[in-house]
RNA sequence: GCGAUAGUAGUCUAGUGGUAGGACAGUGGCUUCCCAAGCCACUAACUCGGGUUCGAAUCCCGGCUAUCGCACCA
């Protein structure tokens, strides 16, 4: 003992938020289970990221299974992609990465070599760990996919997602008539994805099992301006972009209009999504002093992304943690899935106004043109139809052949068409949230102890909108019919929906601390005065103040209060 | 995954081969009554599996988990 970490995964573990997943059978590295209190929270910031960008952006939720087959993953280039080639010592047993040992003797693109060819390549070369030539090694594939199989005799191989986006592609063709073909739309996605790490170490934040919260909005390529950036045109993020980083600079702050005119930020729509981002962060809790938004360096970037962006958390076991990513993945996954399954997944997008444009059309003569070039007939006539004839014939390849064709085997004729629009494929806008490294964050952001008449008071700060419980409700004495008022109020709490929990047990100090230790915000305390005045003195958390509401008001002021929409230092005393 | 270290009630900890003790927390009661007060009572643990031994929390081996280092981290 210890950092902050340790701190947080004790409280976390003996309150409820966080425990290790099926102790009792020894648990595994990688999962966990959210307690009564973590389960809580977790629905509350699934709601709030819902709230931003279901019902405040309008893209709607879908949920998808979490076994996909194998073709989406081959699509989607995780079969391949997410397949390092690791190899082990013979030696010494440690496992590498084939790639980075051929790599480190001077191979270049080592990640493209096959198997065979890595393990001749590593083959003379010496173990890091022990030293020892590696010799006769077997190279082979690690995929950070779980494998199941579908149904009985194991034909059909099945993957657990590895993210959730994936679910969001293979529904592109329905969503676009769902959304009557109209660009912009997006749908997201709250749910869990699987990677079977090699060795996750790093508790909650690298799980095996871990829940994803991402968006996919599909946007017409030539109209990267976000309908709303006005929202956020003046808001203002601090900015690790690609030069301060290289140049070892501090961030920069700058407004989203401003980022996207200079061009640190490739486009409004990512702008927008940083920005919403930084509030949301900011609204669950996460310190905005301990947060950056980095950008992605050009080597480290998907090869297809023309930008990407990472909030980035500041926790003090770990770092900085890549806790959302924000991408302009162009329309690589569209164009994959379309490949894989033969599906166009375009979007017509009729112009203003529909135009006439004068078209050249080239038609064979067919009845010499079939004859003379029998097998070859219809691919020249295809060919000629794009060819640009000059005055004594056109010029065709096919299949690798030229062929000249004189003039008289085809007519030109020039036509007016009506175009009325394109079909598009339209670029994805990805927001990515790691929820978990989120609960994580705020969870770290939120502890404190502090020192209150020479004792320690150890205190989540939550934000009240995520605490899991919100109110707590106790009477001053457990006589006199305190009491019963007491549980009365938290009854009509609960009837309105706000989680109350009512507490007599002890003295009344030691149940403030244990509210405090969870994170409930505000408590209330039924004391004589109520009977008299109808009064209950109502109890902030973080100053430790009190005031006087009346019995009447609490749902009012409590509701307000928990959405943020009334600050405790703003009530009246009654 | 490799190496090192560790693992005792919910938490922290005492216990070097002879049937596990404390503190805090929790529960019930009394009392006080607005910030972990006091009194009484109670609940509750040797990480798991093998081995050595008459006897193992303790010694040995292995698994699991955690911490650190190495490797890994779309």
Redesign the pocket.
Known sequence: ?SDIYDKVI?LA??RGFVW?SAEVY????GFIDYGPLGAMMKRRIESIWRHYYVIREGYYEIECPTVGTESIYVASGHVK??A?KMCQCPH??????AD?LAEACGIHNAGILSKEDLAKAVAPTRC??CDEVFGDVEVFDFN?MFQTTIGPGSQRRGYLR?ETAQGMFTDFSRLSRFYRMKLPFGAVQIGKSY?N???P???MI?LREFTQAEAEIFVNPSEKNHPNFSRYADYKVELWAIEQEQKDLPAVEKTMRQAVDEGIIANEYIAYYLALTHELLVTIGIDPARMRFRQHLPDER?HYAVDCWDAEVFSD?FGWVETV?IADRTDYDLRAHSKESGESMTVFVPFAEARKEKRMRIVADMGTLGPKYRGKAKKIADALAEAAPGPDGADVVVDGETYHIPGDLYTVREEEVEVRGVEVRPHVIEPSYGIDRMIYGVLEHAYDEEM??G????VMHLAPCVAPVQVAVFP????DGLDATAREIALDLQDEGILADYDD??????R???Q??IGTPFAL?V?YETKEKGT??L?DRDS???VRIPVADVHATLRSLVSGRTRFEDLKEA
Not at 26 to 29: E, L, R
Not at 505 to 510: E, S, W
Request: proline letters at 5%; a positive charge; glycine letters at 10%.
């Open positions: 003992m004790e573990k003996r290790p020894g648990a595994v590295a992609g997410f390092d010494c047993n440690e496992y590498f990465r980075h890091p760990a950070l590895p990677r790490e090699i060795s170490r790093q508790g690298r998907a076991r990513g209150v008449d004792e320690e008071r150890r001053l004495v457990n006589k047990n002890g003295a009344i100090g030691r403030y601390r244990r405090d230790e305390t004391d209950v003195t109890r430790m103040k009190q």
